[in-house]
């Protein structure tokens, strides 16, 4: 039997903001009880909406703000309110990326029970622009007789009515418009759900997912638009291994961008995990390179290589480096990587990471061995069975790359209990205006 939701409070009531939760957004009290408050900021007294409530806290919308926090900025996109694509537009980037810092140091020390003895300068770059990877929603909306194309609205399964999105790379950003007039031209307009966009240095690819197959007429006004926009166009009629490109037809599949302090060039499929924002990647490297200091003798292991984004790179420099990832078509990716770039001291594995580590002598795990030093950039889960093993690799140092900073602190901890000392970490902007935490540790034996 299904539980009937408990009904809202229609009326805005007035907040006075204590802090601000990891999440962005403003911590208030009411009659004993947690209000969590999308939009309001430390200091703040704002009058705000309910939009949901659960049993130990409630969730509530900003509606006008009557005191205004001092780096309290107007929102660089007129859809910001609506749009659950970002968070934190309406509070400058400076303030931003303190907060990200504030978030990693709190979950260190909550979880790990840790303090880095360096607390290093923030990684940040330009905050429009800069995505260079996202999945937009589709859906016809029957009143508007429009197909929408964006984000889902805060709060909300609905898609954002919008006509720029200025977070996205420029070519895709600022031609929405267009894309939803596409879409709804195309004979199947109610059966496609979503475009995943893609972009190279030179070239951004539109992955186009529809539910029944195109009509000839279909196929010219994709190629007809491909031709106008300089876009690459990939149908997708099923699942993901079913995705082709259908222009502009020049042989070319895959995308690339390059890492030019390496002399590399990494080439990817439109739908291979790449970092989303291409400026901070480059910086992101160099830093890992700074902190890992390989050395011209030495064997690295780079665990959740993907396509070889850190692997490459650290061979420009180390005897040897062993990249392993769980996709087998992320080896072969890294494996015509290295071909293309003629790097040969490099080899790549296929393996569940974050399963218990197998025998040192099973031989389809032949990269269970020592090293000298380790990188790893695992998925929001963390790495936490090999953080487990990590003396078995028998390395001196280890440069741990995080998408979330309370799985970084659970594994620091585990690190260190097993006589890894946290020298150093700090944050890097991969997602200005949303209070996604990108960040690095450096840890050595103690």
């Not at 909550?110 to 923030?122: N, S, T």
């Not at 166009?233 to 993901?240: A, R, W």
């Not at 205006?433 to 103690?446: G, P």
Request: net charge negative.
């Amino acid at each position: 039997m299904s539980r009937r939701r408990k009904k809202l409070p229609q009326e805005s009531i007035t907040c006075e903001i204590e802090s601000l939760s990891h999440e962005g957004r403003g911590v208030s009290q009411k009659d004993g009880k947690t209000l969590f408050v999308e939009g309001a900021l430390p200091g703040e007294t704002v009058t705000a909406r309910y939009v949901n409530s659960r049993r130990s806290y409630d969730e509530l919308a900003v509606e006008e703000v009557l005191t205004q926090h001092p780096q309290r900025i107007e929102p660089d996109c007129q859809f910001s309110k609506l749009c659950g694509g970002c968070s934190m537009q309406h509070v400058d980037l400076g303030f931003q990326i303190n907060h990200k810092e504030s978030v990693l140091l709190d979950h260190l020390r909550h979880f790990g029970d840790l303090k880095p003895e360096q607390v290093v300068p923030p990684l940040v770059g330009a905050g429009r622009g800069y995505r260079t990877k996202a999945r937009l929603g589709v859906r016809y909306v029957a009143k508007r007789d429009e197909a929408l194309v964006g984000f889902r609205e805060r709060y909300s399964n609905f898609l954002t009515a919008i006509d720029e999105c200025p977070i996205l790379i420029e070519s895709v950003g600022g031609r929405i418009p267009e894309l939803k007039a596409l879409i709804r031209s195309l004979s199947g307009y109610q059966r496609i759900p979503q475009i995943e966009v893609a972009a190279g240095d030179d070239v951004c690819a539109l992955v186009i997912r529809h539910m029944d197959p195109l009509t000839e007429d279909d196929l010219q006004k994709l190629i007809a638009f491909s031709e106008q926009t300089g876009l690459a166009i990939y149908l997708q009629p099923k699942g993901p291994d079913t995705v082709a490109k259908l222009w502009p037809k020049d042989g070319q599949e895959l995308l690339s961008y390059q890492l030019s302090d390496y002399d590399l060039t990494m080439q990817f499929h439109p739908m291979d995990f790449t970092q989303v924002n291409r400026d901070i990647n480059r910086r992101m490297l160099a830093q890992a390179l700074e902190w890992l200091q390989p050395q011209a003798g030495e064997t690295i292991l780079d665990l959740f290589c993907g396509l070889g984004n850190f692997t490459l790179p650290i061979a420009r420099t180390a005897a040897h480096v062993v990249g392993v990832e769980g996709s087998e078509d992320m080896v072969r990716r890294g494996y015509a990587n290295a071909e293309l770039n003629g790097v040969s001291n490099v080899e790549f594995h296929a393996a569940d990471l974050h399963l218990p580590l197998a025998p040192v002598n099973e031989a389809k795990h032949a990269w269970l061995r020592t090293y000298d030093k380790v990188l790893l950039d695992p998925p929001r889960s963390g790495a936490e069975e090999l953080a487990k093993q990590m003396t078995r690799f028998g390395a001196k140092r280890i440069v741990y790359v995080s998408c979330n900073p309370a799985t970084l602190a659970r594994d620091a901890g585990i690190l260190a209990a097993q006589g890894y000392k946290l020298i150093k970490a700090g944050v890097m902007d991969m997602f200005p205006h949303t209070a996604h935490v990108e960040s690095m540790a450096l840890f050595e034996k103690a």
